[in-house]
């Protein structure tokens, strides 16, 4: 797979410019920036490289722990089915947990259930 890093570069010089600053909150879910990444690290998609994320942790007003969200209906035990977002079936990767700068986040979707976002820091716990 062809990974274009220049054009990802650019992108991301554009972000770090952002100094609007994003009030979230743990169990939303909202479209990022991830980017183009190495290897089998999760990318984002599309021409501003965007994915949805689900917040696990806020940690300052500047960062928070994400995970990236998959509409794969691919069967793993590091991937945590969340039901409907955005209209599609989701599952959460825990694999693929992740700090990120807040300027990354670029438009909230929803909020998740508390059931379903307690499953999912039980499996991030047992994975660690």
Same mark, same amino acid.
């Given at each position: 797979?062809?990974?274009?890093? +220049?054009?990802?570069?650019?992108? /991301?010089?554009?972000?770090? /410019?952002?100094? =609007? ?7 939303? %879910?909202?479209?990022?920036?991830? &980017? %183009?990444?190495? &290897?089998?690290? !999760? +990318?984002?998609? &599309?021409? #501003?490289? !965007?994915?949805? %994320? ?8 500047? $960062?928070?722990? *994400? ?12 991937? @945590? ?8 079936? =989701?599952? =959460?990767? @825990?694999?693929?947990?992740? @700090? ?5 986040? *670029?438009?909230? *979707?929803?909020? @998740? +259930?508390? #059931?379903?976002? #307690? $499953?999912?820091?039980? =499996? %991030?716990?047992?994975?660690?």
């Amino acid at each position: 797979m062809q990974k274009d890093f +220049d054009k990802w570069g650019e992108i /991301k010089k554009k972000l770090h /410019k952002n100094e =609007a600053k994003k009030l979230y909150h743990s169990r939303e %879910v909202w479209w990022c920036s991830l &980017g %183009v990444n190495i &290897g089998y690290e !999760q +990318d984002g998609d &599309g021409e #501003e490289y !965007q994915r949805p %994320v689900l917040i696990l942790k806020g940690l300052s007003k500047n $960062t928070c722990l *994400v995970i990236p969200l998959t509409t794969s209906n691919h069967k793993h035990s590091m991937r @945590i089915p969340l039901g409907m977002i955005d209209r599609k079936e =989701a599952s =959460a990767i @825990i694999s693929q947990m992740r @700090i990120i700068d807040t300027k990354r986040l *670029v438009e909230k *979707v929803s909020f @998740i +259930d508390k #059931e379903i976002f #307690e $499953t999912i820091r039980k =499996a %991030v716990k047992d994975m660690l």
